[in-house]
Structures are given as structure tokens and as C-alpha cells.
Antibody, heavy 120, light 112 residues
Framework: EVQLLESGGGLVQPGGSLRLSCVTS????????MSWVRQGPGKGLEWVSA????????FYAASVKGRFTISRDNSKNTVFLQMSSLRAEDTAVYYC?????????????WGQGTLVAVSS | DIVMTQSPDSLAVSLGERATINCKSS????????????LAWYRQKPGQPPELLIY???TRESGVPDRFSGSGSGTDFTLTISSLQAEDVAVYYC????????FGQGTKVEIK
């Protein structure tokens, strides 16, 4: 059974940093690209970032480029999202998602999400 | 960026009746080299993460009931639920994966 478990969310002040983790199981992690998608309170889905299978290819939404860094550790079946210079508008539930092999670019499994709240 | 616009924002349908959701992209998501539309649909039930329903505009994901169908090409797409069930109360999102990822704003489906 595919499982994705996010952690690391919490309350942080504007300008602060957080590191999200997503531990996975039930599939060959190193074979799949992984993504982060967020959902603001009462809002729709917003893609944040994606990482290729070996971590050398990374992609970011314009809204987070230069502030967020995605990475992965294939030995630990884990993907990370390092978030810095956080803003109030970054407040959201952050979902970790596994991409399909073919086609890539869509998410066939999602975690339950971790809440990030940016407030003073 | 490709902008995805869904309509309507919400709809109420009686149990067993048909629900239709539209999605329009600001530019074509049809890739000419393979003749595939890079368009997916998700369902998000209250308090849960999204779940993939359809990709390539019309291919149902494994395990998805056949009451869900997708159609369309280029810039205009439709998700149809042929016979609405109680468990289909949710927000539905389209997503393009032609150029990065962008989602529609969502369509809320309720029981009439």
C-alpha cells in the first residue's frame, strides 16, 4: 500500500523558515518524481514544487522560487521542502504527492497534508 | 502560465442524476507529437486530500468508477458524473500538465 506521511508544519513568524518532510512507503521511491502542492484556507490547489527521480531536476512555482528548496533522499524514501522568507500568503496545508510514471506531471497518490501557518 | 477556468463554481444535482463540469484552458494543452491532451481531473472530498480520477483528458485512473468520464480536446474539457452518488459530494479540480502544473479554481458538487 502506497503511503505518504508529511511532517514539519507549524506556526512560524513572517520571515521565518520551516522544513517539511514526507516519508513514503509502498513503492520504489527512487523511480518516481515527487511534488508538493498546497491549499490555502478555503482555497483551491496550488502546485509548489517538483523534483525528479534522482534530485538533479527541480521545478518551482513563480510564487516560491528563490525562497523554497525541494530535495530528496532516496536512501530514506523521503522528500523535503525547505521554506524560508515565509509570508502570510504561504499559509496553507502542504501536500506531498507521488507522480505517475507515465504520464509524469500528475499525482496519483497524496499524503494527508501538514499545516503551515505564517503569522506574527 | 496556462490559466485553467472551471464552470460552474458550484452545482447541486439530485442523487442518480448527471453532473457536468467544464474546464477551459487559456491555451491548448494538446501536444501535437503524440496527439494527447495534458489534462487531468481530481476529486477532493471534505477534509481529505485530492484523488486522481482521469488523465489524458479521458483515461480513467485504475479503480475509478465508470460513472466518471472525461472528454474534450485542445482548450475545452468536460468531466461528467453519469449518476451522482452521495460519496461524490466534493470539490472537483481540473489540472493541466502541458507546461508545469496549474489547477482550475474548483467546482463544488452538492446534493440537491
Amino acid at each position: 500500500e502506497v503511503q505518504l506521511l508529511e511532517s514539519g508544519g507549524g506556526l512560524v513568524q513572517p520571515g521565518g523558515s520551516l522544513r517539511l518532510s514526507c516519508v513514503t512507503s509502498g513503492f520504489i521511491f527512487s523511480n518516481y518524481a515527487m511534488s508538493w502542492v498546497r491549499q490555502g484556507p478555503g482555497k483551491g490547489l496550488e502546485w509548489v514544487s517538483a523534483v525528479g527521480t534522482n534530485g538533479d531536476r527541480t521545478f518551482y512555482a513563480a510564487s516560491v522560487k528563490g525562497r523554497f528548496t525541494i530535495s530528496r533522499d532516496n536512501s530514506k524514501n523521503t522528500v523535503f521542502l525547505q521554506m524560508s522568507s515565509l509570508r502570510a500568503e504561504d499559509t496553507a496545508v502542504y501536500y506531498c504527492a507521488k507522480e505517475k510514471l507515465i504520464p509524469s506531471g500528475i499525482a496519483d497518490f497524496w499524503g494527508q497534508g501538514t499545516l503551515v501557518a505564517v503569522s506574527s | 502560465d496556462i490559466v485553467m477556468t472551471q464552470s460552474p463554481d458550484s452545482l447541486a444535482v439530485s442523487l442518480g442524476e448527471r453532473a457536468t463540469i467544464n474546464c477551459k484552458s487559456s491555451q491548448s494543452v494538446l501536444y501535437s507529437s503524440n496527439n494527447k491532451n495534458y489534462l487531468a481531473w481530481y476529486r477532493q472530498k471534505p477534509g481529505q486530500p485530492p484523488e486522481l480520477l482521469i488523465y489524458w483528458a479521458s483515461t480513467r485512473e485504475s479503480g475509478v468508477p465508470d460513472r466518471f468520464s472525461g472528454s474534450g480536446s485542445g482548450t475545452d474539457f468536460t468531466l461528467t458524473i453519469s449518476s451522482l452518488q452521495a460519496e461524490d459530494v466534493a470539490v472537483y479540480y481540473c489540472q493541466q500538465y502541458y507546461d508545469s502544473w496549474t489547477f482550475g479554481q474548483g467546482t463544488k458538487v452538492e446534493i440537491k
